[in-house]
């Protein structure tokens, strides 16, 4: 049993920082990409029968929604104090919320209401969508909208499909769709026919909101996300795979299951045939503050998820032999993607290799006092940058 006191202790030995560790999830209809340090002999870790491993998620409150073998701690993140066991974040949230978030925050928000992951696939998953509040509500759930970045460390290859088809084409009607439903198992449904595919670029991302249908291609994507894992499959057949109806409806009352009517009514129609759909969604860096001063300061950052409530990201990049205190209004997790140094007092480096189960020094937990008190991070290389992504829950004052 976890008390208050064991997370101030964690608190105080890391001053407001806490050490996690990797958190891997597998998904059993997709193929892992092999780019996110995994060894390759730990790819099934979870068993063949489970998939392969081409998730990790950072600072998770959040169970996996895996079907009847999700392990009970899938999708959780564990706090790994140095002097003391390991714990679950989510049950130091539960303990002392205040403490790590703020009691603001906790008053607010009841919890860290944020789930950032690594996706890391070897081709394209087929075109879904997520449910809004509304519809998520039904089945006891939470909608999801969700962001992309493309970091460029973790994608020196593209893999078989670097393209996302997102929306449907100008002119598609909801009798299009309807027909590709009908069509479900005849093989290929036919659903891509009606879309548009966009060409994947490292370094830039995309917005996409709750009823957007997308069909995730094979850069690795870091998403920022609210903590749900809610979604819809409307797509048959990807790569030849087969996928089953029950990943269409595994979020829909049953008495829906066979709706088709509903299940297409689930899609925000007008923002899936946006014709600017890519003006209206695609999302470029945006400096936190004026290059110059960065430059003079040894480091920048840009905002890599912004202009919506629900979450924020930033990427940090620290220059060789510098050092510079970085303040922020809220709580954040971070994963390293490049370099080594320190941050605060922890050690941190990207790892080469990990093995599953084992410990790295790439993620870490930064309590809201710690942000805004200022953390120092020193780039301890001689030659390579310090690059930090940086996410933040719902209600980051400076993301606006």
Same mark, same amino acid.
């Not at 607010?108 to 992951?117: F, I, T």
């Not at 009352?253 to 299951?257: A, G, L, M, N």
């Not at 953390?375 to 930090?388: E, F, G, K």
């Given at each position: 049993m976890l008390d208050r006191q064991k997370?101030?202790?964690?608190f105080d030995a890391g001053q407001g920082i806490l050490r996690l560790e990797p958190c891997w999830v597998p998904r059993s209809f997709m193929i892992p990409g092999r780019r996110l340090k995994l060894h390759p002999d730990d790819l099934y870790a979870f068993g063949g029968h489970r998939g392969g491993i081409n998730e990790r998620w950072f600072s998770s409150t959040t169970k996996a929604s895996n079907g009847p073998a999700t392990l009970e701690d899938e999708g959780l993140s564990y706090v790994r %104090? #140095? =002097?003391a066991d390991r714990f679950l974040l989510k049950t130091a949230v539960e303990t002392a919320g205040d403490l790590l978030l703020g009691t603001d925050v906790m008053a !607010?928000?009841?919890? &860290?209401?944020?789930? +950032?992951?690594f996706f890391d696939n070897m081709g394209p998953i087929p075109h879904h969508m997520h449910q809004s509040d509304a519809l998520a509500s039904l089945v006891g759930q939470r909608g999801k909208p969700e962001a992309y970045y493309f970091p460029p460390q973790y994608n020196l290859t593209e893999n078989n499909f670097p393209y996302t088809f997102m929306g449907l084409e100008p002119g598609t009607t909801?009798?299009?769709?309807? $027909? +590709?439903?009908? #069509? &479900? =198992?005849?093989?290929d449904n036919g659903i891509l026919f009606h879309s548009r595919a966009y060409r994947l670029q490292p370094g830039s991302g995309w917005q996409i909101n709750p009823g957007i249908l997308h069909a995730p291609g094979s850069l690795v994507t870091y998403e920022p996300q609210v903590n749900s894992d809610v979604f819809a499959m409307f797509q048959s057949v990807v790569e030849g795979r087969i996928i089953d109806w029950s990943l269409l409806t595994k979020d829909v !009352? %049953?008495?829906?299951?066979h709706d088709l009517d509903y299940l297409v009514e689930m899609l925000d129609w007008n923002a899936n045939v946006n014709p600017e759909f890519g003006k209206t969604n695609k999302v470029f860096p945006k400096p936190v503050r004026p290059r110059e001063a960065a430059a003079d300061d040894g480091y920048r950052e840009n905002w890599v998820s912004y202009g919506t409530p629900y979450y924020s990201a930033k990427e940090l990049t620290v220059l060789p032999n510098r050092t510079a205190t970085i303040e922020d209004s809220a709580a954040y997790g971070l994963i390293l993607t490049e370099g080594h140094g320190l941050f605060g007092k922890h050690e941190v480096a990207a790892p080469a290799m990990i093995r599953f189960g084992e410990m790295t020094q790439d993620e870490l937990f930064v309590t809201a006092g710690a942000a805004k008190a200022g953390? $120092? /991070?020193? =780039?301890? #290389?001689?030659?390579? %940058?310090? /690059?930090?992504l940086k996410h933040f829950g719902p209600g980051n004052p400076e993301a606006a």
């Open positions: 997370v101030q202790d964690a %104090p #140095s =002097n !607010r928000e009841g919890g &860290w209401n944020l789930l +950032c992951k909801k009798d299009d769709i309807h $027909r +590709c439903l009908e #069509s &479900w =198992n005849k093989g !009352r %049953p008495e829906y299951h953390v $120092r /991070v020193q =780039n301890t #290389s001689a030659t390579d %940058p310090l /690059v930090i």
